[in-house]
């Protein structure tokens, strides 16, 4: 299993923290930081990303906060 996948699974286990991260640094979080809500808030643009065919857009920083419009854009991405 790749670091990424780990990492992905990881962050969708988990549950709360703050401070925002960039998507590079996802994988060096402390075990605790896993459990935080900035972990899950990353988990949840994580799926909102990915595409029909099962993969993600290149250069984008999966950890940013998100926009109202840009969330809902996402969602309607996903539900189509």
């Known amino acids: 299993m790749t670091q990424f996948m780990l990492c992905v699974i990881l962050v969708i286990a ?20 896993y459990a935080g809500t900035e972990a899950l808030r990353i988990a949840e643009n994580f799926l909102l ?14 950890a940013a906060p998100l926009s109202n419009s840009d969330r809902r854009r996402l969602e309607r991405k996903v539900e189509n």
């Open 49 to 62: 990303y990915q595409r029909s065919g099962g993969g993600w857009p290149k250069n984008i920083d999966m």
């Open 14 to 33: 988990s549950f709360a923290q703050s401070a925002s991260i960039h998507w590079a640094l996802c994988m060096s979080q402390t075990q605790e930081w």
